[in-house]
């Protein structure tokens, strides 16, 4: 087994006024030539979004991008005629192929908007692109980690262009969780979204992230209630 962690305090920040954001993977005006990725995953922004402000309309195109609200009203358009307000519990997949443009905003004019954006590398290039929100809340289950994103559909809600599983899961102090990956040649990276957790008997807290590879299987243990993301990819 290999694995990399990367702690909350050792992320990118920049305090924007309207938005402050944190990388934990190069991104933007934060460049760190150790941590560039992981695998196929490029991107993972912890953004939190001042009232009535947001991103106005900026491109894309050949990545799979996933947002996740935390707390608050995402509100998406785009130069497609895509146009939807998401809270958490839903989740936004866009898949940019060949170029899209879009915007994201908080909102509301009263609440601050916290989501995570995600991109993964895709495993096709220039295709049509595509937009969806998904209702994942049917899906998850208290003390199980849940997959509700994966490469062909299937029994999830979402998938991507990509050999990629995303699950969550919300846990009570105790629980133990064993995370089995889906195909040889992918990793695992683990983000906290709340609480304390041990993988593989590594103390993960709040935002810390852990990226797990060479291994058929990973052990989670939820130290106090916790609230965890796992993102699997390629990493070969």
Request: aromatic share 12%; hydrophobic share 35%; glycine share 10%.
């Amino acid at each position: 087994m290999k694995y990399i962690v990367d702690k909350a305090e050792t992320r990118g920040y920049f305090d924007h006024g309207w938005l402050k954001t944190y990388h934990t993977f190069s991104f933007a005006d934060y460049y760190n030539p150790g941590r560039m990725q992981f695998g196929a995953l490029r991107v993972l922004n912890d953004d939190t979004v001042a009232p009535g402000k947001g991103f106005g309309m900026h491109p894309h195109n050949n990545m799979e991008v996933v947002s996740i609200p935390l707390q608050g009203y995402l509100r998406h358009g785009d130069n497609v005629k895509n146009e939807r307000t998401i809270t958490p519990g839903e989740i936004q997949v866009m898949s940019t192929g060949s170029g899209m443009f879009h915007s994201e905003y908080n909102g509301s004019m009263t609440e601050v908007l916290k989501f995570l954006q995600i991109w993964v590398v895709p495993g096709v290039r220039n295709t049509e692109p595509k937009y969806h929100n998904y209702d994942i809340r049917p899906f998850l289950k208290h003390n199980e980690l849940c997959t509700f994103i994966s490469p062909e559909g299937g029994e999830t809600p979402a998938h991507l262009l990509q050999d990629a599983w995303f699950s969550m899961g919300t846990f009570d102090a105790g629980q133990e969780i064993t995370y089995r990956l889906n195909k040889k040649n992918t990793g695992v990276y683990i983000f906290v979204l709340e609480g304390s957790i041990n993988v593989q008997d590594v103390p993960l807290s709040r935002r810390d992230g852990i990226g797990v590879w060479e291994v058929e299987e990973t052990l989670i243990r939820s130290v106090s209630g916790s609230s965890v993301l796992a993102i699997e990819v390629p990493v070969e």
